[in-house]
């Protein structure tokens, strides 16, 4: 019964070519985020989705973008991957209510290498 | 700008030991305090989370203070097991943009 599921788990790719990391949810909520987190250090927020809005942090590079198709679906495209994007990248979901009266809920992640 | 801080980043306890893991932040003006649990090569598991509003949360062996004056919080595990090993991590929900700032977390081992 997983409620946020990222696909894949593990994913490699080469310098400078484009990928996509895909994240579900079964939660019907409404606000879903996107984490960079590297090793041994603090998930660092990417952007969020309040349903069809779109919110970037400030210090996020260009080379990242979102798509959110569906309620239950976004999407994190790297558009030309740096070594230094090598990263675990972790999904998250809440009802959006209420504001933050409830937790996040985090997917397993996928962890992403460059070579 | 909120910064949030967890030390130690490591800590070995034996097995049945009470234990306490320490979080503060910089910003008092926070929505809620929340604590994750994340074990290696997986994502974070919500344990606990405390209103602005609410002195401590409690969850079986887990019991979480807020100070919010003194920009601390506390997670409290009370007799630990081999299965607690893991790292906990702290974050300081803010403004209604739904955003949390994590501290780096505490790598807890618990040996038999």
């Known amino acids: 019964d997983a409620m946020v599921i990222q696909n894949p788990r593990y994913q490699v790719t080469q310098f400078g070519k484009p990928v996509t990391l895909s994240c579900s949810q079964t939660?019907?909520?409404?606000?879903m985020y996107w984490y960079q987190q590297k090793s041994s250090q603090a998930p660092k927020l990417l952007f969020h989705y309040y349903d069809k809005d779109f919110n970037n942090e400030a210090d996020t590079p260009d080379n990242f973008q979102s798509r959110r198709p569906n309620t239950s679906f976004c999407f994190l495209d790297i558009r030309s991957p740096g070594l230094g994007d090598a990263a675990m990248y972790l999904c998250a979901t809440s009802r959006g209510e209420a504001t933050l009266r409830e937790p996040q809920h985090f997917g397993d992640g996928t962890r992403l290498s460059i070579l | 700008k909120q910064e949030v801080t967890q030390i130690p980043a490591a800590l070995s306890v034996p097995e049945g030991e009470n234990l306490v893991l320490n979080c503060s932040f910089t910003d008092s003006a926070i929505y809620n305090l929340q604590w994750f649990r994340q074990d290696p090569g997986k994502g974070l598991t919500s344990l606990l989370l405390i209103q602005s509003s609410q002195r401590e949360q409690t969850s079986g062996r887990l019991n979480a203070s807020l100070d919010k004056s003194s920009g601390r919080s506390t997670l409290y595990i009370a007799a630990s097991q081999p299965g607690d090993s893991a790292t906990y991590l702290c974050a300081a929900g803010m403004d209604s943009s739904y955003k949390l700032i994590f501290g780096s977390g505490t790598r807890l081992l618990v040996r038999p």
């Open positions: 939660l019907n909520h409404n606000v």
